[in-house]
């Protein structure tokens, strides 16, 4: 037996969500993963680091749908944004430091 400190650590390439719910919301859950299990879902994959999970949904006990979530982010300036004028922009930049600013200024969740 190797020594803790030698020893490989495997890491799975994604997360597994599992759900149990009602067979009144198949309609749902055909349709994709819920909003609530999806937002659920992004914030655990932002936690871990993880790119994907698989999120299966376990339907009134009998029929099982999964489906497959990515880590999303999306990156907008204010800048670039045509229906602000250059005034307000500048006051944005003025108010906004550190962590504000790299969130609200330069877009950056």
Do not use: C
Not at 53 to 59: E, F, G, P, S, Y
Request: net charge positive; aromatic share 10%.
């Amino acid at each position: 037996m190797q020594p803790l400190s030698k020893a490989l650590v495997v890491r799975p390439s994604s997360l597994l969500e599992i759900k149990t719910r009602s067979a009144y919301q198949l309609d749902e859950w055909l349709a994709g993963v819920p909003d609530g299990p999806a937002l659920q879902t992004h914030w655990y994959l932002a936690l871990t680091g993880y790119e994907q999970a698989h999120v299966a949904a376990l339907l009134g006990g009998n029929r099982l749908v999964v489906h497959r979530v990515h880590l999303r982010s999306w990156h907008f300036r204010l800048d670039v944004n045509s229906s602000l004028s250059a005034a307000y922009i500048d006051a944005l930049r003025a108010k906004y430091v550190g962590l504000w600013r790299r969130r609200m200024i330069e877009g950056a969740w």
